[in-house]
């Protein structure tokens, strides 16, 4: 028996604001969008890296407010990266943890990424 990757589907209300957080901000590009006609809402995958992530204006698809958990070896880089852009709504801070180093950030629709460099990537195991 065997499992494959995850693809979390994360609630949004509006393309343009999730663009420009997850695609201008986080870095993400589009990989493929859905809309079953036009005016109706929009699906869609993202991904950076090996990272994807669905995002849905579908009510049904899920609810707002999800957490999310992504790994990352490089996580002081990805930090200064998203300072020097300034984003209006977000200076994320990376916490030391037990298991780690941990970055979070919220979008605009409540969903919560936390980025995370574990002990084993950071040579302390």
């Known amino acids: 028996m065997g499992f494959g990757k995850t693809t979390p589907i994360l609630r949004i209300f509006d393309e343009s604001k999730a663009k420009e ?28 890296d090996d990272c994807v992530l669905h995002l849905s204006e579908h009510h049904g698809d899920c609810c707002p407010g999800a957490a999310v958990r ?7 880089a990805f930090q200064q990266n998203l300072l020097a ?14 298991w780690g180093r941990d970055m979070s ?7 919560r990424l936390t980025f995370c460099q574990l002990l084993t990537n950071l040579g302390r195991l």
């Not at 992504?70 to 002081?76: A, D, P, S, V, Y």
């Not at 950030?105 to 969903?111: A, E, I, Q, S």
């Open 105 to 111: 950030v919220t979008d605009p629709f409540g969903n």
């Open 85 to 98: 852009k300034n984003h209006k709504y977000a200076r994320p801070r990376i916490e030391e943890m037990q």
């Open 21 to 48: 957080f997850y695609i201008e901000f986080l870095g993400f590009k589009v990989d493929w969008e859905h809309r079953f006609e036009e005016g109706l809402p929009l699906y869609l995958q993202i991904s950076k």
């Open 70 to 76: 992504i790994e990352t070896n490089e996580l002081e």
